[in-house]
């Protein structure tokens, strides 16, 4: 979906949290970008309901690494659901497209292994510019969207 002229963000009708129990793994690389992404999940998490205590944050050092973090939440029977926040910005080799392919294809595989809601909140942009503008910018906050997808996720599988 193109994001153009188009903030995301705006999400209504979001499930209430109050019981869910959530993991959020989080990308210390680009830190002034994913700590936007999580604040903005993190309160997304909040506004619905959900308590401080049912929320678990793992830092990784790299997007590369999320998928594995993701796993290991995803395996307890106290998580629900798994947000997994981290950006990528291109820059003049290859490493881009392995470390984004890698790191989409591993946080889909835990959702599917643990049946379990695990969404990709992970910028993959071309430019830093792209990349604040959707970490609170002109499109939105990709943490938000993160979040109200497992939220939403959660009571489409409960039902």
Same mark, same amino acid.
């Given at each position: 979906?193109?994001?153009?002229?188009?903030?995301?963000?705006?999400?209504?009708?979001?499930?209430?949290?109050?019981?869910?129990?959530?993991?959020?793994?989080?990308?210390?690389?680009?830190?002034?970008?994913?700590?936007?992404?999580?604040?903005?999940?993190?309160?997304?998490?909040?506004?619905? !309901?959900?308590?401080? =205590?049912?929320?678990? *944050?793992?830092? #990784?050092?790299?997007?590369?690494? %999320?998928?594995? @973090?993701?796993?290991?939440?995803?395996?307890?029977?106290?998580?629900?659901?798994?947000?997994?926040?981290?950006?990528?910005?291109?820059?003049?080799?290859?490493?881009?497209?392995?470390?984004?392919?890698?790191?989409?294809?591993?946080?889909?595989?835990? !959702?599917?292994?643990? =049946?379990?809601?695990? *969404?990709?909140? #992970?910028?993959?942009?071309?430019? %830093?510019?792209? @990349?604040?503008?959707?970490?609170?910018?002109?499109?939105?906050?990709?943490?938000?969207?993160?979040?109200?997808?497992?939220?939403?996720?959660?009571?489409?599988?409960?039902?």
């Amino acid at each position: 979906m193109s994001t153009q002229n188009k903030n995301l963000s705006s999400i209504e009708n979001i499930p209430n949290a109050e019981t869910a129990r959530f993991g959020i793994v989080v990308s210390d690389w680009n830190t002034e970008i994913t700590s936007k992404l999580f604040e903005g999940a993190y309160q997304t998490l909040i506004q619905a !309901g959900c308590t401080e =205590n049912h929320i678990k *944050t793992v830092r #990784v050092p790299g997007s590369f690494e %999320l998928p594995l @973090a993701a796993q290991k939440l995803a395996e307890s029977s106290y998580i629900d659901a798994v947000i997994c926040l981290g950006c990528v910005i291109q820059g003049e080799t290859p490493h881009f497209d392995f470390v984004c392919n890698a790191c989409a294809n591993g946080i889909m595989e835990v !959702g599917l292994k643990y =049946n379990k809601p695990v *969404t990709f909140g #992970v910028l993959t942009t071309l430019d %830093l510019q792209q @990349a604040q503008d959707r970490a609170g910018g002109k499109y939105g906050n990709k943490g938000v969207e993160a979040a109200a997808t497992a939220l939403i996720m959660l009571a489409s599988l409960k039902k």
